[in-house]
């Protein structure tokens, strides 16, 4: 896997801008071309996020014009509006994801908030949960500077199902392109934080649940030893723990 071309969906706001310093950082150190999008809503509201909402194709242009000349001259950078007013601003991402051949794509993790939130969910999830490209995600509440912007450890959650692995890839990758260390974590829970019918079991069997939950840490431990001798065989600076 490797990563050429990543698409940063931006609504106007300075909110989303957020997300432009890790991206540009990871564009440059991958020489992957950032593409500056923006998808014309419709019925869109007059403000987003406290500031003004872009409303048409020629000022959304000038806006990712602008926020092009605030970037590293050695970044390679491409802007896209979707002109078409969409209503379904992540489908529109996700569709534009495939057809620019993206290979990541990086965002704010903003969007509704209380009740609209749970019943709608945000971009960011619609995003993920629709999409094939992996997603990175900011939390608005976390400023980066681009000239303190680095990764110097990225966390890996697994459970020992192969299926769930596929974040890993993409991680091994960024931390190639970033000079970053893997740091592989598996959780095993204790008898006192077992969910529903097993915390009921444990009660009635609590050394049989003991045993087993030992077993399911000593198996952790051999299937994390694996992956790390893995990558470790590919020069991966990494570590794990159980």
Avoid: W
């Amino acid at each position: 896997m490797t990563i050429n071309n990543i698409l940063v969906p931006l609504d106007g706001s300075k909110l989303a801008e957020t997300v432009l310093p890790l991206a540009s950082m990871l564009a440059e150190q991958n020489k992957a071309k950032l593409i500056l999008f923006h998808v014309i809503e419709q019925h869109a509201p007059d403000t987003i996020h406290g500031e003004r909402h872009l409303i048409g194709e020629m000022e959304a242009g000038a806006y990712l014009d602008q926020l092009t000349h605030t970037l590293s001259e050695s970044v390679n950078v491409d802007r896209h509006v979707h002109s078409s007013a969409e209503k379904d601003v992540a489908d529109s991402i996700v569709e534009h994801s495939r057809e620019l051949g993206v290979d990541l794509i990086a965002m704010c993790a903003h969007g509704q908030s209380g009740l609209q939130k749970r019943i709608f969910g945000n971009i960011a999830q619609e995003v993920l949960s629709r999409g094939d490209v992996p997603v990175l995600l900011i939390s608005p509440e976390k400023e980066l500077e681009a000239q303190s912007c680095t990764c110097q450890c990225i966390l890996v959650p697994l459970d020992g199902d192969s299926d769930h692995e596929a974040g890993l890839d993409m991680a091994v990758e960024l931390s190639k392109s970033c000079h970053a260390k893997l740091h592989l974590v598996m959780v095993i829970p204790e008898i006192s934080s077992l969910p529903g019918e097993q915390a009921a079991s444990a009660v009635l069997l609590p050394n049989a649940t003991s045993a087993l939950l030992e077993l399911d840490c000593e198996e952790g431990e051999l299937y994390l030893t694996d992956l790390i001798g893995m990558l470790l065989e590919k020069n991966i600076n990494v570590t794990g723990e159980v």
